[in-house]
């Protein structure tokens, strides 16, 4: 077991590495579509800039609180886009049968289709959400306690976690519906949106929807909660603000077990 | 001791078409039927047949790409599809159609990466690398980007690629597909004595049939999922007459032909053509007839045309 993990991940590391040098021998295009990434991902938060130059608080947030927020929804995003962005394009895979030809290889399909194209240019979100963040983190006016620090690296892997899962759940679909990559975007990048402000501005239902269904709101809302120390609108037990674990533990077996269910058919129908 | 051994496979497969405005019909396909045949370590056999007979799914089912619906499956001492990562170290597959080399690298960073997935100890690797430069004649293209090499380039990259591992068998799906004469008779020249030096088993499909007559001594033809022939290629020649005869019925006799009346269509010769199988009587085609307006202006096809 933890061989063949250490051999996937090495595997990974293998492929991503090739592709880091292929997109750094266009090393103009890499700059800029990072620059590029930078300033698309950049224009989102300067929108919420726009909104506090007209209103004071959103949803009993201020602008720092929801940068904390922002920034937190972003970088989440940001490394489980970086790691398995890519996975989306599984659909397009099947159509043109570069499936078979990872089949052919001695490694894992998933990690193969994880790591293909690996695109380092991804870091261009990272960095925006890491800045946000970062600056939400100076600018608050919080008591930092042990807890509180402990929560922002609890809240970025957990966080991350969930949306590994989504997008895997999101591409093992396409097992079945050749072109839906549409909808996997709808929960992955759609639902960092929706994490970006604060769940306070939307109806109960949809706080629900994405607790209970698409538990995205376990990337950082429920850990911001805490750290920001702020009512809960659903009045849940406190231990919710701690089940990012729990929600991205079932999230990644439903996941892997979405994705093993696609594998095996898409070996026994060959489309 | 057969390093293939097919026993008894069928696959099928379930087609979905529509069949109204929202109703959906599904059709049970067999792609293979009852499948069995068995290839020493060292032969090279042909495997050819028309499109769409099962040569690819074979193939697919081979490498452990696709689980068979029945029957048994053995390759170098593996079930392709319960043990696909462990068996694809002891295999290597060339699809003629399309490239399993990456895209935007070069050939020798390719190499190089197969290198390291497959773990191809150091100085076996050289050995295989220089080797497979010097016969493919890959010294020039190595630093070139696969997307910039030419269909034959790409395809002598390819071959390469799948035998850097020493894999006991290899499968080419239609190898020289698309390539002109010389780069086929090179690439020939190159599989026989691969072959014969390493002692690799070959698989080869193919719609060429000179590629079986100078590299195979054994054929295997898949007709409708099923194994109509396996023998040697004299054989196959013996069994049925490689002629064919066209009965066209005109609607209305031609009144002066423009066509030479006696043509071969098709081909005859052994070199080129598709033997043709056993068959009861010529089988008589009728063309649909058309509308006596129709084209004027494309007279040269239709007997039913005015000229």
């Given at each position: 077991m933890v061989d063949r993990v250490a051999a996937n991940v090495s595997a990974y590391a293998l492929l991503a590495w090739m592709w880091i040098r292929v997109s750094l021998s266009y090393r103009t295009s890499f700059a800029l579509l990072t620059a590029g990434q930078f300033l698309i991902t950049g224009l989102d938060f300067v929108a919420i800039l726009v909104m506090f130059s007209n209103v004071d608080v959103l949803g009993g947030f201020s602008l720092t609180e929801i940068a904390f927020l922002y920034g937190g929804s972003a970088l989440c995003l940001g490394f489980a886009d970086l790691l398995l962005g890519n996975i989306e394009r599984l659909g397009q895979r099947i159509r043109l049968g570069t499936v078979d030809q990872m089949l052919v290889?001695?490694?894992?399909l998933f990690v193969q289709v994880c790591a293909d194209e690996f695109a380092l240019r991804r870091l261009g979100r990272i960095t925006q959400g890491g800045l946000v963040f970062a600056w939400s983190i100076y600018a608050l006016d919080l008591d930092w306690t042990a807890a509180r620090v402990a929560m922002v690296p609890y809240l970025l892997v957990f966080g991350t976690v969930i949306f590994l899962a989504i997008f895997t759940i999101g591409a093992a679909v396409q097992f079945w519906t050749a072109e839906s990559s549409e909808l996997a975007n709808a929960f992955t990048y759609g639902g960092s949106t929706l994490a970006q402000f604060p769940m306070t501005i939307y109806p109960v239902e949809a706080i629900k929807a994405l607790t209970f269904i698409v538990p995205i709101a376990f990337v950082n809302w429920y850990p911001s909660l805490f750290i920001l120390d702020k009512p809960d609108p659903l009045h849940l037990p406190t231990a919710a603000q701690f089940a990012a674990p729990v929600a991205a533990a079932l999230l990644t077996v439903a996941a892997a077990g979405i994705w093993r269910t696609g594998v095996r058919r898409y070996r026994s129908t060959g489309s | 001791m057969s390093v293939i051994e097919v026993r008894g496979v069928d696959r099928s497969f379930v087609v979905r078409r529509r069949s109204g405005r929202l109703r959906r019909a599904s059709t049970t396909v067999?792609?293979?039927?009852d499948l069995s045949f068995s290839v020493e370590a060292g032969e090279m056999v042909g495997y050819i047949g028309p499109n769409g007979a099962g040569k690819s799914t074979t193939i697919k089912m081979l490498t452990g790409i696709l689980v068979p619906s029945a029957g048994s499956l053995r390759v170098a001492g593996y079930t392709p599809y319960a043990e696909r990562a462990a068996l694809a170290q002891r295999i290597g597959v060339v699809f003629g159609q399309r490239t399993?080399?990456?895209?935007?690298?070069p050939l020798r960073d390719s190499y190089d990466l197969l290198r390291r997935i497959y773990r191809i100890p150091a100085d076996r690797y050289r050995e295989n690398l220089d080797t497979f430069t010097d016969l493919l004649g890959l010294g020039p293209l190595l630093d070139t980007p696969v997307r910039q090499l030419s269909l034959g380039q790409r395809m002598r990259g390819d071959i390469a690629a799948a035998l850097l591992h020493d894999p006991d068998v290899v499968y080419l799906d239609e190898p020289t597909i698309g390539l002109d004469v010389v780069s086929k008779s090179n690439l020939r020249d190159f599989l026989r004595e691969t072959n014969r030096e390493r002692g690799v088993t070959v698989l080869l499909t193919t719609h060429d049939l000179v590629d079986i007559e100078r590299l195979c001594s054994r054929v295997m033809v898949i007709d409708a999922g099923r194994l109509v022939f396996d023998g040697s290629l004299e054989g196959l020649h013996g069994l049925g007459e490689a002629r064919r005869t066209l009965v066209v019925d005109l609607v209305e006799p031609a009144r002066r032909s423009t066509y030479p009346t006696r043509r071969r269509c098709g081909s005859t010769g052994r070199d080129s053509g598709w033997p043709s199988l056993p068959r009861p009587a010529p089988r008589r085609w009728s063309p649909?007839?058309?509308?006596?307006?129709?084209?004027p202006t494309s007279p040269s096809w239709s007997p039913t045309s005015r000229t």
């Amino acid at each position: 077991m933890v061989d063949r993990v250490a051999a996937n991940v090495s595997a990974y590391a293998l492929l991503a590495w090739m592709w880091i040098r292929v997109s750094l021998s266009y090393r103009t295009s890499f700059a800029l579509l990072t620059a590029g990434q930078f300033l698309i991902t950049g224009l989102d938060f300067v929108a919420i800039l726009v909104m506090f130059s007209n209103v004071d608080v959103l949803g009993g947030f201020s602008l720092t609180e929801i940068a904390f927020l922002y920034g937190g929804s972003a970088l989440c995003l940001g490394f489980a886009d970086l790691l398995l962005g890519n996975i989306e394009r599984l659909g397009q895979r099947i159509r043109l049968g570069t499936v078979d030809q990872m089949l052919v290889r001695p490694l894992s399909l998933f990690v193969q289709v994880c790591a293909d194209e690996f695109a380092l240019r991804r870091l261009g979100r990272i960095t925006q959400g890491g800045l946000v963040f970062a600056w939400s983190i100076y600018a608050l006016d919080l008591d930092w306690t042990a807890a509180r620090v402990a929560m922002v690296p609890y809240l970025l892997v957990f966080g991350t976690v969930i949306f590994l899962a989504i997008f895997t759940i999101g591409a093992a679909v396409q097992f079945w519906t050749a072109e839906s990559s549409e909808l996997a975007n709808a929960f992955t990048y759609g639902g960092s949106t929706l994490a970006q402000f604060p769940m306070t501005i939307y109806p109960v239902e949809a706080i629900k929807a994405l607790t209970f269904i698409v538990p995205i709101a376990f990337v950082n809302w429920y850990p911001s909660l805490f750290i920001l120390d702020k009512p809960d609108p659903l009045h849940l037990p406190t231990a919710a603000q701690f089940a990012a674990p729990v929600a991205a533990a079932l999230l990644t077996v439903a996941a892997a077990g979405i994705w093993r269910t696609g594998v095996r058919r898409y070996r026994s129908t060959g489309s | 001791m057969s390093v293939i051994e097919v026993r008894g496979v069928d696959r099928s497969f379930v087609v979905r078409r529509r069949s109204g405005r929202l109703r959906r019909a599904s059709t049970t396909v067999h792609a293979v039927r009852d499948l069995s045949f068995s290839v020493e370590a060292g032969e090279m056999v042909g495997y050819i047949g028309p499109n769409g007979a099962g040569k690819s799914t074979t193939i697919k089912m081979l490498t452990g790409i696709l689980v068979p619906s029945a029957g048994s499956l053995r390759v170098a001492g593996y079930t392709p599809y319960a043990e696909r990562a462990a068996l694809a170290q002891r295999i290597g597959v060339v699809f003629g159609q399309r490239t399993t080399l990456w895209w935007d690298l070069p050939l020798r960073d390719s190499y190089d990466l197969l290198r390291r997935i497959y773990r191809i100890p150091a100085d076996r690797y050289r050995e295989n690398l220089d080797t497979f430069t010097d016969l493919l004649g890959l010294g020039p293209l190595l630093d070139t980007p696969v997307r910039q090499l030419s269909l034959g380039q790409r395809m002598r990259g390819d071959i390469a690629a799948a035998l850097l591992h020493d894999p006991d068998v290899v499968y080419l799906d239609e190898p020289t597909i698309g390539l002109d004469v010389v780069s086929k008779s090179n690439l020939r020249d190159f599989l026989r004595e691969t072959n014969r030096e390493r002692g690799v088993t070959v698989l080869l499909t193919t719609h060429d049939l000179v590629d079986i007559e100078r590299l195979c001594s054994r054929v295997m033809v898949i007709d409708a999922g099923r194994l109509v022939f396996d023998g040697s290629l004299e054989g196959l020649h013996g069994l049925g007459e490689a002629r064919r005869t066209l009965v066209v019925d005109l609607v209305e006799p031609a009144r002066r032909s423009t066509y030479p009346t006696r043509r071969r269509c098709g081909s005859t010769g052994r070199d080129s053509g598709w033997p043709s199988l056993p068959r009861p009587a010529p089988r008589r085609w009728s063309p649909p007839s058309l509308p006596p307006t129709r084209s004027p202006t494309s007279p040269s096809w239709s007997p039913t045309s005015r000229t």
